[in-house]
């Protein structure tokens, strides 16, 4: 008897509409109703699927032979050039390579798929169409096996751009599309050489605003705290004083943005929001 196999997706709103066209449509419902099939023992055919969303997540469960993974974003995600994977921490039973020129270069290996904080990114030489090739490993019993894991299409920016202080436009720009948006204080950095990435511990004094709850109200002290990823190139270092602190959200969590004193981007906003020059209004008190 064969297992059943299903591939399921958790689109962002954004990508759900413009793959259905019209508002209000359930994308999600959709994509799992279309992807739901039956595993045929003696197929030896690859299972393909095509995705339009410019992040999202997938799930094999009961890998079996290979699974074809196409992402092909609207036009107007032309301009993402690198594709990041990320395994669950549970990932298992399968193997992910990425198609070049007709040849399979692995990603993911499952042994590195259990690593935790394990993201693997390449550069997309076709942001269009990038295909994704999982292949299942040999297993006897492969009913309690899963290989999941989340995508993410990204605009392809070097180390020097991300490290780099943000300018007076981008920091006006960056209060109105960030993420986050948070006042607060520095109260730890730690670094993870293994995985070239530190992480800023803040104590948040305000949310200005914050995609999903990564900046929580601890239940003990009261206080507000959240972490916050950056590479570990920029050599973030602990600084007193408060900062307004930006970014957006890879794989669940904060990627630190542009995080002037607070005292400094108040001065900037005040001058442009005078000159008329502020991209959006922004919340003073």
């Known amino acids: ?50 995705l339009r969303c410019t992040e999202g997540s997938l799930e094999w469960m009961y890998p079996a032979r290979a699974l074809r993974v196409v992402l092909e974003p609207n036009l107007s995600s032309a ?23 007709g040849q399979l270069h692995l990603v993911v290996s ?13 550069s997309a030489r076709t942001p269009q169409r990038v295909a994704l090739f999982l292949q299942a490993s040999p297993q006897r019993d492969i ?14 920016q070097g180390a020097a751009a991300m490290c780099r202080p943000c300018d007076n436009m981008e920091l006006l720009m960056a209060i109105c599309s960030s993420d986050f948006v948070v006042k607060g204080s520095i109260r ?3 670094h993870d050489s293994e995985n070239h990435m530190s992480q800023v511990d803040v104590s948040v004094q305000k949310v200005y605003r914050q995609k999903n709850r990564i900046f929580q109200q601890d239940e003990a002290s009261g206080e507000w705290r959240g972490p916050i990823r950056t590479l570990l190139q920029c050599k973030v270092k602990k ?15 904060a990627w630190l943005g542009c995080a002037p004193r ?24």
């Not at 019209?22 to 045929?40: I, Q, S």
């Not at 301009?79 to 020129?101: L, M, N, W």
């Not at 009913?143 to 392809?156: G, I, P, V």
């Open 110 to 122: 499952e042994a590195e798929g259990t690593r935790p904080h394990h993201v693997s990114c390449f």
């Open 79 to 101: 301009r993402r050039t690198t594709v990041c994977i990320k395994p669950a921490s549970d990932f298992q039973g399968a193997s992910i390579y990425v198609e070049r020129a």
């Open 1 to 50: 008897l064969g297992f059943p196999k299903a591939v399921e997706l958790h689109q962002l709103e954004e990508e759900l509409r413009s793959r259905a066209g019209t508002a209000g449509f359930d994308c999600k419902r959709f994509l799992r109703e279309f992807l739901w099939e039956t595993w045929e023992p003696r197929s030896r055919a690859v299972e393909q699927v095509h």
């Open 239 to 253: 600084g007193g004083g408060d900062f307004l602190f930006t970014g957006n959200e890879h794989f669940g969590e």
């Open 188 to 190: 730890n950095v730690s």
């Open 262 to 285: 607070f005292k400094d981007f108040m001065f900037i906003y005040r001058a442009a929001r005078e000159r008329g020059a502020n991209p959006c209004e922004f919340q003073l008190n």
């Open 143 to 156: 009913s309690r096996r899963t290989a999941s894991f989340q995508y993410e299409l990204l605009t392809n």
